[in-house]
């Protein structure tokens, strides 16, 4: 299994209930927007307080790789993305997406998450170059594709469905609400059977 990359470590093994939270809290505060924290616990609960806790604080929950005794926990520090102001004018819904993919029309699925965000679950096929990486590996893309670019909740594929128009790119289209919302087919580290 490929490792999944992260911005900061936090050893919370050993820890029981609620020191895991309490070091997690404490380490969050020291992480850049957008970052993704790895938390080392022992404690078996801690699967369902990180989840909780994510949610309550809004940051993001990647999910959680079981290691023998110890859990590697995600977390995404929020960024305020979710409540940004979308501007790109081409535009379609998840349900529309899913039903281009599913015609089998040869189009080009770009996700700009993260790379840990993308290793727990994506799009079957998609192309992962994370926002921050776009400048550097444009060049991956073929400006003559038909591109749906895809993130979590819209925001950065709308900053990325800009950049890419503003360098040529000419059939590009943004994906609303983003893998928030995905309900189609995914595959992820969670499906590995090795």
Not at 11 to 24: E, S
Not at 38 to 61: I, N
Not at 126 to 154: F, H
Not at 165 to 181: D, F
Request: proline content about 3%.
């Amino acid at each position: 299994m490929a490792a999944i990359e992260s911005n900061m470590k936090l050893d919370a093994k050993g820890l029981a209930c609620p020191m895991p939270i309490v070091r997690t809290k404490k380490a969050m505060k020291d992480l850049e927007a957008g970052h993704v924290l790895e938390v080392e616990a022992t404690d078996k609960g801690s699967k369902a307080d990180m989840q909780a806790w994510a949610e309550s604080t809004g940051h993001q929950y990647l999910g959680t790789i079981e290691e023998g005794d110890v859990l590697k926990h995600y977390l995404r520090k929020s960024t305020g993305e979710e409540t940004a102001e979308r501007s790109y004018p081409h535009v379609v819904s998840n349900d529309q997406l899913e039903e281009k993919l599913a015609s089998g029309a040869p189009i080009v699925v770009l996700d700009v998450r993260e790379a840990a965000e993308f290793a727990f679950r994506h799009i079957r096929n998609a192309v992962s170059i994370p926002l921050g990486e776009l400048d550097e590996r444009m060049a991956e893309l073929n400006k003559e594709d038909e591109i749906y670019v895809i993130c979590r909740t819209g925001t950065r594929s709308d900053l990325a469905a800009h950049k890419l128009s503003a360098n040529g790119y000419a059939g590009i289209i943004n994906v609303v609400p983003g893998m928030s919302g995905w309900r189609g087919d995914t595959v992820g580290l969670n499906d590995r059977t090795d």
